[in-house]
């Protein structure tokens, strides 16, 4: 009886370092560059498309989400040096861009 409660233990502790590692790495990727501003408005005016064609489109929620998206991607940086990255927000800005 000892043995499986140590293990279910060890199961919940594991579960919850991995939940802390997945904070820390989102909190140090939203605050590492606060001096850039996020190039996520350079990349949808690249694509033909200004924020409020994307906000008419996706409401002010969606919005927020993409932003986020853009706030903890890990290719942040070299989005904003303008070399292509693989963005989590593509299939959304190709689907504004038929829209408009």
Known sequence: ME??????GMAWVG???MFAWGAIVALYRLFADQVAPLP??????RQGVNAL??????GAGGMA???R???LCAGRRDCARGWRVDCPN??????VARLA
Do not use: D, G, S
Request: aromatic fraction near 10%.
């Open 53 to 58: 064609q994307l906000e008419a489109a996706v």
């Open 65 to 67: 989400r993409a932003l």
């Open 90 to 95: 593509e299939a959304l800005i190709k689907y």
């Open 15 to 17: 579960i919850a370092l």
């Open 69 to 71: 998206r853009c706030a």
């Open 40 to 45: 996520f408005f350079v990349m949808i005016e």
């Open 3 to 8: 043995i499986e409660l140590v293990v279910i």
